[in-house]
């Protein structure tokens, strides 16, 4: 049931048994249905999930109100709201089910306490979160000054294999236009 996540882990650094058994018992394993909230923004995130199946979206309020995707996740990586998570703080974001997903849980208090115990997974965990979110952040900003088919085109080539999960109303939402104009853009590539 851990197998993905202390695997991605072993990609990055050699972890003994006796280690791995003490991070699992920390684990939850959890199913999501699409559109499932796993945490809702003006709280306080406690939890960060490692994706095993399916795609988490990160959404916000835009300035009108309407919730936005403003970020997608998919399998091997991590997903949580870091500077809520990491300074104890209400976020202004909140994390969903983009799909059915499997994702495995990994509370704050025991994070911190594995920390304690195995001291070199603070520097191994922070450097994989640290890198995904710099990632994240140049995907998103590599769509910014284009126009909204151009925008799209981008989208299908750097994230393919999420445009096939997620909905065209989320992707429309991430690429910042409304769901007429993705669907004018969809007709007109035919």
């Not at 995130?45 to 979206?57: A, D, H, N, P």
């Not at 990160?58 to 996740?73: D, P, R, T």
């Not at 983009?98 to 001291?119: G, H």
Request: glycine letters at 4%.
């Amino acid at each position: 049931m851990f197998k993905s996540f202390i695997n991605f882990l072993c990609l990055f650094k050699n972890i003994p048994p006796a280690d791995i058994a003490i991070i699992e018992q920390e684990l939850t394993y959890r199913k999501v249905a699409e559109g499932e909230v796993l945490f809702s923004e003006g709280h306080v995130c406690r939890e960060m999930y490692f994706i095993c199946k399916g795609v988490l979206r990160i959404v916000a309020q835009n300035e009108k109100g309407s919730k936005m995707a403003y970020f997608f996740l998919k399998e091997n990586q991590f997903c949580s709201i870091l500077n809520s998570f990491n300074n104890d703080t209400p976020a202004a974001e909140g994390i969903e089910a983009a799909c059915d997903a499997e994702i495995i849980v990994i509370k704050r208090q025991k994070l911190l306490a594995l920390y304690q115990k195995l001291p070199y997974l603070k520097e191994l965990i922070t450097g994989i979160t640290t890198q995904s979110l710099l990632d994240k952040i140049q995907v998103r900003n590599s769509y910014l000054g284009e126009d909204a088919s151009t925008r799209y085109r981008n989208f299908l080539l750097r994230q393919p294999d999420i445009a096939l999960r997620v909905s065209l109303a989320d992707i429309a939402s991430y690429l910042g236009i409304t769901q007429q104009s993705l669907s004018r853009i969809r007709k007109n590539m035919r």
